[in-house]
């Protein structure tokens, strides 16, 4: 990839412009850990991005930056600019296109977040990012209290960085959340989704949502039980999001509502029970497992030993069941297959469409 990205700016150098990855790319190739997506910065505006790459996309000409696969590898090449006002505490409200890089690098949210790298691999480090990565801490660029100000969302990233690089928080940036934490209030609940959840997917969640608490964010993010989340060693994000209580104006979709509210139902049942395990699957009772504390290699256990896994497994069907009483199709259907379901679930029928067969005449004919 390293290679690719290299070329890429090679090919803008080569139409006499400026360009160098910068940010996360660069920082986690300094720590050994790989990036699929780069950012490029360039004193090339997207007009003339637009003339070298025909297949640029997804283009943002308002804030200058304009998106580009070359070779499977996306890039996000940004002009360089200053940000000459914020609106929202969210977004520049105007920009300005520059021809210095320094000038650029100063606009952005952490010093490790500055680090560059030129066509022949060179590192370029303006700001002292390297020392900040060997110290393992995460400082602003520039005035903390300014740069959360200006843009709330950096409250969230600072304490994902710090979760995921397992990094501190530099004293000027905890105390700058403190007071510029109320902003949380206006950020996009999609935003404040996907920041928590880059945080819980974390192998280091649990120092994520000791940050979290530790800076007092509960209400501003509108969710509570986060230090119930601490007790479980492992847990997947349903799982947690199962466990916290969260304002529903988080954007959920339907299928994700539907996992957190069956775990809920389960946390109050037997987890080994055979019906519980067939009417909620393997997955929705391995995460309540995760949650109580049970070994998950039990639950497949017992579910694996479940006779019926789905209606599919039965061997008769509606058809043969209207057949054998005459009828035609109804609710009764219903209440005959939640019957034979239990039945057999429960050893005292077998699953051959002879001893369904049997069973359903006798009690239902």
Not at 120 to 148: C, H, M, P, W
Not at 194 to 199: A, G, M
Request: charged letters at 30%.
């Amino acid at each position: 990839m390293l290679e690719v990205a290299l070329s890429f700016l090679k090919k803008i150098n080569s139409h006499n412009y400026k360009a160098y990855i910068v940010g996360g790319f660069v920082r986690d190739y300094l720590l050994g850990i790989e990036s699929d997506d780069i950012d490029v910065a360039t004193n090339a505006t997207p007009k003339q991005i637009k003339e070298i790459f025909e297949d640029c996309c997804l283009s943002n000409e308002e804030y200058g930056s304009v998106v580009v696969v070359m070779k499977g590898v996306h890039f996000e090449i940004t002009t360089f600019r200053k940000e000459l006002s914020y609106i929202d505490n969210r977004r520049p409200g105007r920009i300005e296109y520059i021809d210095d890089l320094y000038q650029d690098l100063i606009r952005r949210d952490f010093v490790i977040n500055t680090l560059c790298m030129d066509e022949n691999g060179e590192i370029l480090d303006y700001l002292g990012a390297k020392e900040d990565l060997n110290r393992k801490v995460i400082r602003t660029v520039g005035e903390s209290y300014q740069k959360f100000s200006e843009d709330s969302l950096r409250i969230l990233r600072a304490i994902r960085f710090a979760t995921i690089l397992d990094f501190s928080l530099d004293e000027n940036i905890k105390v700058a959340i403190k007071k510029t934490k109320y902003l949380l209030k206006n950020l996009s609940y999609y935003r404040k989704k996907c920041e928590l959840e880059k945080i819980f997917t974390s192998l280091n969640y649990k120092y994520g949502i000791k940050l979290i608490l530790e800076l007092g964010l509960e209400d501003e993010l509108e969710i509570s039980n986060l230090s119930r989340v601490m007790e479980s060693d492992t847990i997947s994000l349903i799982g947690i999001w199962s466990i916290l209580n969260f304002s529903k104006k988080y954007p959920f979709n339907r299928n994700e509502l539907n996992l957190i509210q069956n775990v809920h139902d389960v946390m109050h049942l037997n987890n080994f029970d055979p019906m519980v395990l067939y009417k909620y699957g393997l997955y929705v009772n391995s995460v309540a497992a995760e949650i109580k504390k049970i070994d998950i290699k039990d639950i497949t256990e017992a579910y694996n030993a479940l006779i019926i896994k789905s209606r599919a497994d039965i061997h008769i069907n509606s058809s043969i069941i209207m057949n054998i009483l005459h009828k035609g199709e109804g609710k009764y259907l219903k209440d005959i297959y939640l019957d034979i379901e239990r039945e057999i679930l429960c050893h005292r029928l077998d699953n051959t469409e002879k001893s369904i067969s049997d069973y359903i005449l006798r009690n239902y004919g």
